[in-house]
């Protein structure tokens, strides 16, 4: 049988024409996206992935096709996108790869957003533009190694020196930060409120070691940040947000792509599974012809059709400004529970060659244990959903 992954011949399923719910706009964007993806991101990114490596060459291309900030007005280099829009970027170059998607969710999401919702005007026009063509690359430091699911634990901390902010402490787990220019950072000022802050590279005391060993999300560089009495100017700081509220309404917009993106693997192992199985022949016959293969197929495009419908009607409540964090919870863990899933099943389908780099099924499966991990793990979404409908914190 004919390797075909590298040609990439990707089609995507659309069972309940869902294409009928979008613009005119949000195919072009699509189409485009897609394009961009099957040309640059899927001959390279297997090679990449094997090796570890983030492949850079990809950041201009990111930024041309819109993907950094896609809803930040155009005014400050963003593509002044509906949320439908943004969604259908993410799925689609998470598609490519989770990996490459983080790089975009982070830039747009967790570097650009906050620096547009928070900052200063100063800051915005000092920063969004680089950011939206790639020129600067961004990550975003929550996590630390004490605190990951309880982020208002957190110990880093500023302290008020006068003249700027002394900065100590250290973050882990943060996607780009290996390479990333600026740093947006969250860390308790005196009187123990959460503060946000942009950390750029070069200031003196502050470094950014890279994680070594990920068998998931490997084609995306994730490091520390360590700040050893870092002096951080004063008009670095974001002037008016205080409290869990700031980092956690970055991860809104986050966790929104994420639900759309996790769907896009999903189709991705689908559509390699179904193809796979239309060719493979055993005791005579196509494997799609037997009953349990079958099952597998109907299982996959019935919960794929199910997620479209979640995502599709959550970016036009978040369009209209109207989506709760609840709702996208659920999104989030629904779309990366029905993506590992579906990834499982479909490797299966394709037997031993279903483990090789030939077909990106077993990475897009080691990339979605990082998926239902970060941006609040798979139990913290649930416990969302919880205290949602019941009042009930079940948290601590
Ligand atoms: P809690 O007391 O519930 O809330 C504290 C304050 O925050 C407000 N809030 C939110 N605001 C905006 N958006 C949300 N989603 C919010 N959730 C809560 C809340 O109203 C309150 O405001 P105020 O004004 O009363 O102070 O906080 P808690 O300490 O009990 O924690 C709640 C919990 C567990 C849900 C939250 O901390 C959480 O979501 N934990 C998960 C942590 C997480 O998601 N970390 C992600 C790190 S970044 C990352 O993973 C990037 S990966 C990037 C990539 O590569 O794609
Ligand atoms: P823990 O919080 O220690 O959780 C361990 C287990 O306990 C989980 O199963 C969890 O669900 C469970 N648990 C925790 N609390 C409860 C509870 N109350 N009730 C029930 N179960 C509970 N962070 C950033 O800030 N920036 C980044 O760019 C970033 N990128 C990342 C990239 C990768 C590849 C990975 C793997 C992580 C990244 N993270 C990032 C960190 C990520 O957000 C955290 O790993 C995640 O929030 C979970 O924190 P933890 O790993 O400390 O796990």
Redesign the pocket.
């Known amino acids: 049988m004919e390797k075909s992954i590298r040609k990439d011949p990707y089609e995507a399923p659309d069972y309940y024409l869902l294409d009928e719910l979008l613009t005119d706009e949000h195919k072009l964007i699509r189409s485009t996206t897609r394009d961009w993806v099957k040309k640059e991101v899927s001959p390279i990114i297997e090679d990449f992935a094997q090796r570890a490596e983030f492949p850079k060459q990809l950041i201009k291309g990111l930024g041309e096709i819109g993907a950094f900030g896609p809803t930040i007005p155009i005014e400050y280099g963003g593509a002044g996108l509906d949320y439908t829009a943004y969604g259908i970027i993410m799925q689609e170059i998470e598609r490519g790869d989770s990996?490459i998607r983080?790089t975009a969710s982070?830039q747009g999401s967790?570097v650009m957003y906050p620096i547009y919702a928070y900052g200063t005007e100063q800051q915005r026009k000092k920063y969004l533009p680089k950011l939206a063509t790639g020129e600067l690359m961004g990550?975003?430091?929550?996590?630390?190694?004490?605190?990951?699911?309880?982020?208002g634990g957190m110990t880093t901390n500023i302290k008020d020196m006068g003249s700027h902010y002394l900065l100590n402490g250290a973050?882990?787990?943060?996607?780009?930060?290996p390479f990333a220019d600026i740093a947006v950072v969250?860390a308790k000022d005196e009187a123990g409120k959460i503060r946000g802050l942009i950390v750029e590279r070069g200031m003196k005391g502050f470094s950014t070691p890279e994680?070594q060993g990920?068998w998931?999300?490997r084609a995306?560089a994730?490091g520390e940040l360590v700040f050893d009495n870092v002096e951080i100017p004063k008009e670095n700081i974001f002037p008016d947000i205080t409290g869990l509220k700031g980092?956690l309404g970055c991860l809104n917009q986050a966790r929104y792509g994420i639900a759309w993106g996790a769907l896009g693997v999903a189709m991705d192992c689908y559509d390699t599974a179904l193809r796979y199985s239309k060719e493979r022949i055993q005791f005579g016959r196509p494997i799609a012809g037997f009953q349990l293969q079958q099952k597998k197929l109907a299982e996959m495009i019935t919960e794929i059709t199910k997620g479209q419908l979640l995502v599709w009607r959550l970016g036009v409540l978040k369009s209209q400004n109207r989506a709760s964090v609840e709702q996208i919870s659920m999104a989030k863990r629904n779309s990366v529970e029905v993506a590992i899933e579906i990834a499982r099943n479909a490797r299966q389908m394709l037997g031993g060659m279903g483990i090789t780099g030939d077909y990106s099924i077993m990475r897009h499966m080691m990339n979605l244990?990082?998926v239902v991990?970060?941006?609040?793990?798979?139990?913290?979404h649930l416990?969302i959903t919880g205290m949602d409908i019941t009042g009930i914190n079940?948290?601590?």
């Open positions: 990996g983080s982070v967790l990550c975003f430091g929550l996590t630390e190694p004490d605190h990951g699911s309880n982020p973050k882990m787990w943060i996607s780009n930060a969250w994680t990920k998931s999300l995306s994730t980092p244990e990082s991990t970060y941006e609040g793990t798979h139990d913290i416990l079940a948290f601590k």
